[in-house]
């Protein structure tokens, strides 16, 4: 297996994409298929499962001639990727016979310019032996889905999570209410329906649910993986938020509601 990325804002959002994983789980499963990268786990507490599909199109080159998965520590995953400069190609590498996964940083000479104190950088890190079996999301209907911009909602949790641990959503035909409290006050946002991307709702209906904050904060602490969030709930199922990488690509995070 073998592929490449030249372009440096998808370098940008796979560093990214990185940085929410390794704050679910410190092991991370790569499933390199014929026509995509897929990537999927979930948290010790089994409270956040993320489903990651990256199109082969997506990458500068995707070489593949059969499906192989890898075990990874995320945190080194992230660390050697944030490693990426400027004008660098990563280049990624494996095949079954190794007990490591090959990752290259090379100068890309039609981006250099002669700039000094620039090298091709070389690493390794260990294949990890841990068994994991895929999970099946099932497709749900939910009864809202709304969209709006990345950076609103990653400012949004970083003001409310300084109040409480509980995000306490409600929505209905009129729009959204977030809330949160705890000892140092309480928070409260209001979203109307003319300042979202998208809103669709059942007719007639009101939700009325509770997540997690600090996971819900968790993912989105990064804007760097699309310019919008797509968001869906319904009574007594998880959160669903998408962010769409384009060219079939895209990353989505389940977060169970609150009992």
Same mark, same amino acid.
């Given at each position: 297996?073998?592929?490449?990325?030249?372009?440096?804002?998808?370098?940008?959002?796979?560093?990214?994409?990185?940085?929410?994983?390794?704050? *679910?789980?410190?092991?991370?499963?790569? @499933?390199?298929?014929?026509?995509?990268?897929?990537?999927?786990?979930?948290?010790?507490?089994?409270? *956040?499962? !993320?489903?990651?599909?990256?199109?082969?199109?997506?990458?500068?080159?995707?070489?593949?001639?059969?499906?192989?998965?890898?075990?990874?520590?995320?945190?080194?995953?992230?660390?050697?990727?944030?490693?990426?400069?400027?004008?660098?190609?990563?280049?990624?590498?494996?095949?079954?016979?190794?007990?490591?996964?090959?990752? $290259?940083?090379?100068?890309?000479? #039609?981006?250099?310019?002669?700039?000094?104190? @620039?090298?091709?950088?070389? !690493?390794?890190?260990?294949?990890?032996?841990?068994?994991?079996?895929?999970?099946?999301?099932? #497709?749900?209907?939910?009864?809202?889905?709304?969209?709006?911009?990345?950076?609103?909602? *990653?400012?949004?949790?970083?003001?409310?999570?300084?109040?409480?641990?509980?995000?306490?959503?409600? *929505?209905?035909?009129?729009?959204?209410?977030?809330?949160?409290?705890?000892? $140092?006050?309480?928070?409260?946002?209001?979203?109307?329906?003319?300042?979202?991307? #998208?809103?669709?709702?059942?007719?007639? @209906?009101?939700?009325?649910?509770?997540?997690?904050?600090?996971?819900?904060?968790?993912?989105?602490?990064?804007?760097?993986?699309?310019?919008?969030?797509?968001?869906?709930?319904?009574?007594?199922?998880?959160?669903?938020?998408?962010?769409?990488?384009?060219? #079939?690509?895209?990353?989505?995070?389940?977060?169970?509601?609150?009992?």
């Amino acid at each position: 297996m073998k592929l490449t990325l030249n372009i440096k804002h998808k370098i940008d959002v796979l560093v990214a994409i990185f940085q929410l994983l390794k704050n *679910c789980s410190n092991v991370i499963k790569l @499933e390199f298929n014929m026509d995509k990268l897929f990537i999927q786990g979930m948290d010790k507490s089994h409270v *956040c499962l !993320f489903n990651i599909n990256i199109s082969s199109k997506w990458f500068t080159t995707y070489e593949t001639s059969e499906t192989i998965s890898v075990v990874i520590d995320s945190n080194s995953f992230h660390t050697i990727l944030s490693r990426s400069q400027e004008n660098n190609t990563l280049v990624l590498m494996f095949d079954n016979s190794q007990e490591h996964v090959d990752i $290259h940083l090379l100068i890309n000479p #039609e981006k250099n310019d002669n700039q000094k104190n @620039e090298f091709n950088r070389y !690493f390794q890190i260990p294949i990890l032996d841990l068994e994991q079996d895929a999970l099946t999301v099932p #497709e749900i209907e939910y009864d809202a889905d709304f969209s709006l911009k990345t950076k609103q909602l *990653c400012e949004l949790t970083s003001q409310l999570i300084l109040f409480g641990e509980i995000l306490e959503i409600s *929505c209905s035909e009129d729009g959204i209410h977030l809330n949160t409290s705890g000892e $140092h006050g309480k928070m409260t946002v209001t979203i109307p329906i003319d300042d979202l991307n #998208e809103f669709t709702i059942s007719e007639g @209906e009101t939700l009325e649910l509770s997540y997690s904050l600090n996971y819900i904060h968790k993912m989105c602490l990064t804007t760097k993986l699309s310019k919008d969030i797509d968001i869906s709930i319904s009574n007594d199922y998880p959160i669903r938020m998408k962010y769409d990488l384009g060219e #079939e690509s895209y990353v989505v995070f389940f977060v169970a509601p609150k009992m």
